[in-house]
């Protein structure tokens, strides 16, 4: 059950060396730039020695862009685990994944909702996970019309991809690459406001929910349960204060 993120201790804060975090809902109301508070913070955060990252349901492309505007140097991972780069500048990494389930998933979707169906303009660039909405058809007859794929909610956007990829393995299996294998899972302070980011909650012990009013009230109690830390705030607001808590300690 997530306790305050006041209970962050200067034990853990001085043992975080990488900080994950989510975009959209988390330091973000879901637009291009942030709140200056969470820039500021972020921008501290990495002149303490500690590297931030990105990890999200947007494009790589996307998160390139957000990456060189934050000036941060931690790994990026796109499309909810399907794709990564160990810091900005990497290359891509092989991760295996593939698109072609997601493109016959879609397939199905035009043929049974004709007319309900629309797809973002970001599909073009996206390598696994396909984003779309489907006017008014709710999720659970989504994933009983398509049960060989993931169906996603992050509560900006609907997403399909193949199963076994998310956040959290992603970021698990990339960690021995970052920072030449020098953070430990421990070490990583992940922030996250969706299911989406569940993954990362289940894996990371420094995990930390930021509230979210576009968050269903019957997803809450799930997300709540696994995050151990919780901010007061909302969004990008809530990520600056938990950077900020962080930043106080290690004064
Ligand atoms: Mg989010």
Redesign the pocket.
């Known amino acids: 059950m997530s306790s305050s993120y006041k209970s962050i201790t200067r034990q853990i804060a001085q043992s975080i060396r990488l900080i994950m975090t989510?975009?959209?809902?988390?330091l973000s109301e879901g637009g291009d730039s942030v709140i200056s508070p969470v820039a500021d913070a972020i921008v501290k955060l990495e002149r303490k020695g500690i590297l931030v990252g990105l990890v999200s349901g947007r494009t790589g492309p996307m998160l390139q862009k957000m990456a060189v505007q934050l000036n941060i140097t931690g790994p990026l991972i796109a499309e909810n685990g399907a794709i990564a780069r160990i810091n900005p500048s990497a290359p891509l990494l092989e991760l295996g994944y593939s698109k072609l389930p997601a493109n016959e998933a879609l397939a199905k979707l035009y043929a049974a909702y004709p007319g309900r169906v629309s797809e973002r303009w970001d599909n073009s660039e996206r390598m696994v996970d396909i984003v779309f909405r489907a006017e008014g058809v709710p999720i659970e007859e989504l994933r009983r019309l398509l049960p060989y794929v993931q169906v996603l909610d992050?509560h900006?956007i609907m997403h399909i991809m193949q199963k076994g990829i998310n956040k959290g393995k992603t970021l698990l299996n990339i960690l021995p690459l970052v920072a030449n294998g020098a953070i430990v899972k421990d070490q990583v302070m992940v922030a996250?406001?969706?299911a989406?980011?569940l993954s990362l909650f289940e894996i990371f012990p420094v995990s930390v929910l930021i509230r979210n009013r576009r968050i269903p009230p019957e997803e809450s109690p799930m997300l709540k349960k696994v995050a151990r830390y919780i901010s007061d705030n909302e969004q990008g607001y809530g990520f600056a204060e938990v950077a900020l808590h962080i930043l106080g300690l290690l004064e």
Request: proline share 0%.
């Open positions: 989510d975009i959209d809902g988390t992050s900006y996250g406001d969706s989406t980011d």
